[in-house]
């Protein structure tokens, strides 16, 4: 079989070689602790500083302090949210969006049993927000606002500058999950209002495992894990070095490869996407295509079920992935979808495309060649589908008894 | 991604019988577009002597879903309707070498739509009377509507309750939150309920797990001899399906004063939860008995009667 094609770089990305031979060296020799005062931690002390400063360079931060190491966006997510609510304790309220990830939206459920207030921001059919509802809901019981910047399945982006304007205008701490959008949109945090911003290694070609939050100077803070003194006491615990090396030239290369991302990866995603819907009737795109990361691309197939989208995409060398509610075990699609208001004959066959700068020509081409006969393939199988069209109302036409 | 078993792949890659059946004179159209899965299931049934003469399927979901869909044409293909009323879910899932637990709703999709199709065939109405929940233990594919129902019949306070009457919770571990967040939301309208009225009525009283650490047994109720062990008899009888639907059985061997002697067979022997399997029945013989008793295996007999 030929070379298996990966779009699905929205769920993890590959380690660039330069990262992992940049992290070699910190298994062996240089297994110091930057805590020692000998000089076996002074060099990997020093490894981590430079670290720090290309993660600051990425994210247009002002300070090199204000770059907190931890072991992923997960951490960074909760540890900002609790933070505000511990650091502000005559504040109850925290808002957010229902597109969420699920380290955000968990976190939140979790929070409202114990007697925290959550609003959630709705989304249109495009997974726009309301910014006049978002206006409203900003009062002094916030504790802090979490948006993401750009969505892990659509790929639509928020205006998170705007709202951290506005929420700072109101004196409410603002925090963002950015770890899609990182490395591929241009970010300059020193310009803006925004307190808060997670950051995941892994989504950006450096390895799983490591994540940063990023916290701006001044801002009220509370320490999820304490102990040590590392990254300033803020976050204790023997830092993870061969990563923390790692992602930080990964945020270097991805800094050098911001352009490409935006150009050549935007064309080949575009090219994709045109092509599919050129040739497989009933299906659209999800989200907001005007204004979405460039590698994303999120396409319903109507009348047929994601996963098994995929187990046959799978078989042709082609990884993607879906919201359908059988690739996560759970009865639902996406919430993401749901939040849409995406029918759920459409929502089960959403299948998520994401590129990277390594995606080529060669690839796109193969998969514009495999993912029509897959749909027709599936649809004939379909009792919604009849033929070459949708059964005729097919709603009507396939009424099961629910189970 | 799951862990399919070949023939589930192999099944889903080049599907039976699929598509439009020319002729059929039954249907049945199950499963729910919100869960991402719907089955048609067409058949053409001999009158002359109810023979299933071809099966043909039409479904909109996953790998498993078409996989089992594929699978249950097969099997039932030569059947008579009512052999083939027999077949159950695990009947599907064994004959495709097993499905994930978080995919076993599609083997039970199949059977429905097979008794769905056989209604429509006899003319009857097919009521679906299963729910499905959120999935809580993945070890044991039990869902919450299952462990509320549970919790709600028996009055279960505990999670090892809960685990000794469903097996939930018997496993890893790891769904012990998600048990117990059934068990508050149980208890809560219990509480609300019984502010309403007096008597909570669809709220069993709370087992009373200490009768079992008694040192002394409970008073026990007058019960002669005869209708004590026709009590042990149903109760035993009411557990079986239980069982049967994992491929076990259990019968009674012995009864010997508080002890009783029990043969667990077929999936249950050297199952990991035997014991648990074990508990569970004891736990329900005490309350039935109202008595302290205790469940043993047969293969004690032989040291204890000496
Ligand atoms: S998930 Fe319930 S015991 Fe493992």
Known sequence: ?403 | MWEYSDKVREHFFSPRNAGPLEGSNAVGDVGSIKCGDALRLMLKVDPANETILDAHFQTFGCGSAIASSSALTEIIKGMTLDAALKVSNQDIADYLDGLPPEKMHCSVMGREALQAAIANYRGEEWKDDHEEGALICKCFAIDAVMIEDVVRANGLTKVEQVTNYTKAGGGCSSCHEGIEEILAMVADDCDQESEIVTAAPVCAPPAKPEVMNASKPVAAPKMTNFQRMRRIEEVVEEIRPMLQRDHGDIEIVEVVGRNIYVNLKGACVGCMMEAATLGGVQTKLCEALGELVQVLPAAMLAHASV
């Open chain 1, 1 to 403: 079989m030929d070379k298996p094609i990966y779009l699905d770089n929205n769920a993890t990305t590959a380690c660039d070689p330069a990262v992992v031979e940049a992290m070699l060296p910190f298994f062996t020799e240089q297994f110091g602790n930057p805590s020692s005062m000998h000089s076996f931690g002074n060099k990997v002390g020093f490894a981590l500083k430079e670290a720090r400063a290309r993660v600051q360079n990425l994210l247009g931060a002002q300070f090199d302090t204000e770059i907190v190491f931890n072991s992923c966006g997960t951490e960074a997510d909760s540890t900002a949210i609790l933070s505000a609510l511990r650091a502000q304790p005559e504040r109850n309220q925290v808002i957010t969006t229902t597109v969420e990830h699920p380290a955000i939206l968990t976190l939140c459920d979790y929070l409202e049993k114990e007697g925290i207030i959550v609003q959630k921001l709705k989304v249109d059919r495009r997974g726009r927000l309301d910014l006049d509802e978002y206006k409203s809901l900003l009062n002094d019981r916030v504790a802090i606002v979490s948006a993401m910047w750009a969505n892990n399945e659509t790929g639509t982006i928020f205006p998170v500058e705007e709202m951290a304007e506005l929420a700072h205008a109101k004196g409410i701490m603002f925090h963002t999950d950015a770890v899609q959008a990182v490395g591929k949109l241009p970010i300059d945090l020193k310009s803006s209002k925004i307190d808060m911003l997670s950051l995941s290694g892994h989504k950006l070609h450096a390895p799983k495992g490591v994540g940063v939050l990023y916290l701006r100077r001044n801002t009220r803070f509370r320490p999820l894990l304490r102990g040590g003194h590392q990254e300033r006491g803020r976050r204790a615990g023997t830092e993870n070095a061969a990563s923390i090396v790692g992602l930080g030239v990964a945020a270097e290369l991805a800094l050098q490869h911001m352009h490409t991302e935006n150009t050549e990866v935007k064309r080949l995603r575009d090219r994709l996407e045109r092509a599919v819907l050129a040739a497989v009737p009933n299906t659209f795109v999800t989200g907001d295509p005007s204004n979405r990361l460039p590698n994303t691309s999120n396409i319903a197939f109507e009348y047929i079920e994601g996963e098994a989208i995929l187990l046959l995409l799978n078989k042709m060398g082609i990884a993607a992935s879906s919201g359908s509610a059988c690739t996560s075990g759970s009865l639902e699609p996406s919430h993401v979808m749901r939040a849409m208001g995406i029918p759920y004959t459409a929502a089960h066959g959403t299948t998520r495309f994401s590129l990277s700068r390594w995606t080529t020509e060669a690839e796109i081409d193969r998969v514009i060649a495999a993912v029509p006969p897959i749909a027709a393939q599936l649809r004939k199988l379909s009792p919604y589908w009849n033929g070459d069209g949708p059964a005729e109302d097919p709603e009507k036409a396939f009424a099961p008894a629910y189970a």
